[in-house]
């Protein structure tokens, strides 16, 4: 995959009492657009999602924190997942932290670190915590940050333009998480939303085989099962997977060989592919 890295130097006004204005630095990474991508979901337990992205995507650094704004609508909350891809050679070994708080500049209420050595090329990284309470409908922030990388060998977090998730905003500090400035007031980008999912149960304890109590077993699927080039529609023989009976079109997805975190098979999920499986009994 072929990716092209260019910088924007932008010159912001960070306006805080008592000091003067600050010049700051932010760079995004261009990558891929309308790519296919790997759905393994995770059921059971997802809340708050905006997973549109343009193919582009934020430098993850220790000088330069990120962090996306949500309300959940569920007392609990257990893990998070964001999007992230790797461009060029990061060095081996880099941590990726993501905490939970309830303001920018506030204490962690859950704290979890992922080695990002695990990004081959893009993936949506899980990060699982102990289970914390939140109030539903109250202002939350994921921030991200990293110990490594620099130049053009970094990780990124993706973003979607035209405000995509109307929940929460996106925010960058270039100081290690001291001030913040929202990306919406710059100019430079069209009301970007960091891409992300965020969990009530971890996800590796959430629902069983469909149809049954939920035995503590998580379900997954890998699409291994399917016949290369088999369109996923809702025929008898696409496992349960149908087309979302949804007020906007929508369209089945083909299983591939060409993207995958497992071998052989994944799904292409590309347009207006909008494909669910539907469960019973499920529980949190």
């Known amino acids: 995959m072929f990716k092209k890295l260019f910088g924007i130097l932008v010159f912001g006004l960070l306006i805080a009492t008592a000091l003067p204005a600050v010049g700051t630095m932010n760079e995004k990474v261009s990558s891929i657009n309308n790519s296919p991508v790997t759905f393994q979901p995770l059921v ?9 992205q343009d193919g582009m995507g934020f430098y993850i650094l220790p000088s330069q924190w990120l962090a996306q704004g949500f309300k959940p ?5 257990a893990a998070v997942q964001l999007y992230i891809f790797k461009h060029d050679n990061p060095p081996e070994g880099i941590e990726i932290t993501v905490s ?11 704290v979890a ?3 990002a050595d695990q990004i ?4 949506w990284v899980t990060f699982n915590f102990p289970e914390i309470n939140v109030t539903p409908e109250q202002q939350y ?6 110990d490594g990388g620099s ?3 970094v990780y990124c977090w993706f973003y979607g333009n035209d405000n995509s998730y109307d929940r929460g905003d996106a925010w960058m500090s270039a100081d290690e998480g001291n001030i913040w400035s929202k990306f919406e007031t710059d100019p430079n980008y069209n009301y970007p939303d960091l891409c ?7 996800t590796n304890d959430l629902v069983s085989e469909p149809g049954q109590a939920s035995t503590g077993i998580a379900w997954s699927e890998n699409f291994d099962s399917y016949t290369l080039g088999q369109l996923l529609d809702g025929t008898p023989d696409d496992g349960g997977w149908k087309l979302c009976d949804c007020p906007y079109q929508s369209d089945g997805a083909y299983v591939v060989d060409d993207q995958f975190l497992s071998t052989p098979h994944s799904v292409e999920i590309v347009g207006y592919t909008d494909i669910i499986h539907e469960f019973t009994r499920i529980f949190g």
């Open 196 to 202: 992300f999912k965020t969990y009530s149960k971890k």
């Open 120 to 123: 081959e090329d893009y993936k």
């Open 113 to 115: 670190n992922e080695n």
């Open 141 to 146: 922030y994921i921030i991200c940050r990293s």
């Open 151 to 153: 130049g053009m060998d």
């Open 100 to 110: 939970i708080r309830e303001s920018l500049n506030g204490i962690d209420l859950a």
């Open 44 to 52: 059971g337990g997802l809340d708050q999602q905006q997973t549109k």
């Open 73 to 77: 609508s569920v007392e609990k909350l």
